[in-house]
């Protein structure tokens, strides 16, 4: 029998509707890139939207009608977020059917206050209730790409949530499609909102075709021995050999290394604000650095520090970089594809331990400045050979920074979302930066962690950030 606890945190849901775009596009197929297909999984976000006064006579049918007519506005401009990913017949890869199938838009309402929920930046089981999950059938090409649901809660807030494949959109790209349909529902112009640009969905400067011809004219032209190989897959087959050369790891098989399933994760969100982030730089001695540097270099040495990993194992920290503008010619303004690949720095738990703060970031910086067209053009030709699942490597520290991607700032008409929170990722370990709601140059860490290195991740993080 359900308890009144377990009663008034339930969800109910009351329609689910298919989303078509206002304007019908031709089908068509829309190749994917590597890049596309490495995760094709949709990613879950929820933006929780305090009651206001604009919206105390707002129904939640009325709500939902208005985010529908946003949506197939939208959809109209970013269709292929409309369509279903297939496999092609020539070559088995994963590519994307443009053909108008709609996304899943959900009505649900809960008794719960947000005011109930708490601290919201701290990930709670309660908000996977708060998004649609599509049930797979081993059909890949019957799953929406964009699924979102809107929760009116019994405090009059709500909240938006939406999951969207990895393989249409990366983070930048998920941020410009909800900034477009916050637009489109609110009947804004761009101009008034956030800066929109158009969007351009074609992944053909990312594809191998093209990369390949691309490369051939630089090398011709102003560099004859390119990159052709990809440090963060050297780095990461060096982990894989270090930890297979040890069959029995603590009595754990290589198939359990990193700990164990995704459910054992505890993830937790820090909240560094702007002082302690400022306090920590002025301990860098030599030159400037940016935030996101120097938070890396200190959540890389904590972490490795909190895993109690011996002196003589190799470490190693990766890092997305935008590939956008790092690239000749540069991807055209309004990218939608994926288009972040890995930067990699690699040594022994001991060297990391022992080295400055200086020396760390600088190493940062280097493989920052090793993004280019030829470290792309090796990432996405690397990605071409059969890709398997790996289990987690403890001694592997990945970021991800969505500081320059504010998800709370997208307004559907009731002010901004007072928090953007995203929910467990394929990889619960990666560490993410968001940006603060009400400090804009705080910085938020949400990480999952093993129950056993939580204190200890606590300690050795927060300490010297006072």
Request: net charge positive; aromatic share 10%.
């Amino acid at each position: 029998m359900a308890t009144n606890q377990e009663n008034n945190q339930k969800v109910t849901v009351t329609k689910t509707v298919s989303v078509y775009p206002k304007s019908l596009h031709p089908p068509a197929l829309l190749s994917l890139s590597n890049l596309d297909r490495q995760c094709p999984k949709l990613m879950y976000m929820v933006l929780f939207f305090n009651p206001s006064r604009s919206q105390q006579h707002t129904s939640v049918q009325s709500l939902f009608q208005t985010l529908k007519i946003g949506l197939e506005e939208t959809l109209s401009v970013w269709f292929p977020a409309a369509g279903r990913l297939s496999f092609s017949q020539t070559d088995g890869k994963l590519d994307l059917l443009s053909n108008n199938a709609g996304a899943v838009l959900v009505e649900a309402f809960t008794q719960v206050k947000i005011s109930e929920l708490r601290d919201l930046p701290q990930y709670n089981e309660f908000y996977e209730n708060l998004v649609f999950k599509p049930v797979f059938n081993g059909n890949i090409s019957e799953l929406p790409l964009v699924a979102a649901q809107v929760t009116r809660f019994g405090c009059g807030g709500y909240t938006v949530g939406v999951g969207s494949s990895h393989a249409l959109f990366d983070g930048l790209a998920t941020f410009n499609f909800l900034s477009a349909w916050a637009t489109k529902t609110t009947m804004r112009r761009a101009d008034e909102g956030s800066e929109l640009c158009e969007a351009v969905h074609e992944r053909g400067p990312l594809l191998v075709g093209y990369r390949r011809a691309q490369n051939q004219i630089i090398r011709l032209n102003n560099n004859p021995n390119p990159v052709t190989s990809v440090a963060a897959f050297n780095h990461l087959h060096l982990l894989i050999k270090q930890a297979t050369s040890e069959p029995m790891l603590g009595g754990c098989k290589f198939s359990k290394i990193g700990g164990s399933t995704q459910e054992s994760y505890i993830l937790s969100t820090f909240h560094v604000g702007s002082a302690m982030v400022e306090s920590l730089k002025r301990k860098i001695s030599s030159h400037a650095c940016s935030s996101f540097e120097v938070m890396a270099a200190h959540l890389w040495k904590a972490r490795t520090k909190a895993l109690g990993l011996s002196k003589g194992r190799m470490v190693c920290l990766q890092f997305a970089v935008d590939a956008r503008n790092k690239i000749v010619p540069p991807l055209p303004r309004g990218f939608s594809g994926n288009a972040y690949v890995l930067a990699s720095v690699c040594c022994t738990a001991g060297e990391l331990e022992e080295a400055s703060y200086d020396g760390t970031i600088e190493k940062i910086k280097e493989a920052k400045r090793s993004v280019n067209t030829d470290y792309v053009n090796a990432y996405i030709e690397a990605l071409e050979a059969p890709q398997v699942t790996l289990p987690p490597l403890r001694e592997l520290t990945m970021i991800s920074d969505w500081t320059r991607t504010p998800f709370h700032k997208v307004d559907f008409g009731h002010g901004e979302a007072s928090y953007a929170s995203p929910l467990v990722p394929p990889l619960p370990q990666v560490a993410y930066f968001m940006q603060n709601p009400h400090e804009t140059r705080g910085i938020d860490v949400r990480i999952g962690l093993l129950p056993q290195y939580l204190q200890a991740f606590s300690h050795y993080f927060l300490t010297k950030l006072h």
